[in-house]
T-cell receptor, first 111, second 115 residues
Framework: DAKTTQPTSMDCAEGRAANLPCNHS???????VYWYRQIHSQGPQYIIH???NNETNEMASLIITEDRKSSTLILPHATLRDTAVYYC????????????FGKGITLSVRP | EPEVTQTPSHQVTQMGQEVILRCVPI?????FYWYRQILGQKVEFLVS????????KSEIFDDQFSVERPDGSNFTLKIRSTKLEDSAMYFC?????????????FGDGTRLSIL
């Protein structure tokens, strides 16, 4: 079973920041937080991952609380193309460890 | 940007028939995976593969399933005798070996429909 809890859905206005929360209160010291998204029926798309420090790339920022029990994915300027299901996943350290997907959060970006 | 490619995009097969789903991982990747997603349900892990061996498999991956890397570029999933409940989207993924915890990159899947 997934070790994360996410709201079922949220929406935001186009051009505004989208802040997607995730709880992972039972995360272990050797587990990373990954975010993926799935647009319609396409394959999951990697967004970002982190261990304990905040991370930023060209797609998003990942803010992890100091106790590592929760995190927030930030899309700084949401567009209509960001409408998707977003998955927060806790993954054990290891070269080819599996991803365990939950139900994710459906983000709807409105014009 | 390099990507994982999967063929065919849609496969229709009669129940009881064998089916082979094909994947071309990103060229410098050495870890390979199959996942599936039944319509309306979660993405589920099937199997991981490295160095011509299965690293881990789920309960779903029973004796009817097998994986193979027949050459230097392809990675295949075979279902020997398909059942109605095998109908799903099947996603292939790969990751590079340089450092641990490298993200898995997914293809856009093969939709398998069993009649």
């Amino acid at each position: 079973d997934a070790k994360t809890t996410q709201p079922t859905s949220m929406d935001c206005a186009e051009g505004r920041a989208a802040n997607l929360p995730c709880n992972h209160s039972t995360i272990s010291g050797n587990e990373y937080v990954y975010w993926y998204r799935q647009i319609h029926s396409q394959g999951p798309q990697y967004i970002i991952h982190g261990l304990k420090n905040n991370e930023t790339n060209e797609m998003a920022s990942l803010i992890i609380t100091e106790d590592r029990k929760s995190s927030t994915l930030i899309l700084p300027h949401a567009t209509l193309r960001d409408t998707a299901v977003y998955y927060c996943i806790v993954r054990v350290t290891g070269a080819n460890s599996k991803l365990t997907f939950g139900k994710g959060i459906t983000l709807s970006v409105r014009p | 940007e390099p990507e994982v490619t999967q063929t065919p995009s849609h496969q229709v097969t009669q129940m009881g028939q064998e089916v082979i789903l094909r994947c071309v991982p990103i060229s410098n990747h050495l870890y390979f995976y199959w996942y599936r997603q039944i319509l309306g349900q979660k993405v589920e892990f099937l199997v991981s593969f490295y160095n011509n061996e299965i690293s881990e498999k789920s309960e779903i991956f029973d004796d009817q399933f097998s994986v193979e890397r027949p050459d230097g570029s392809n990675f295949t999933l075979k279902i020997r005798s398909t059942k109605l409940e095998d109908s799903a989207m099947y996603f292939c993924a790969s990751s590079e070996p340089v450092r641990p915890n490298q993200p898995q990159h997914f293809g856009d899947g093969t939709r398998l429909s069993i009649l």
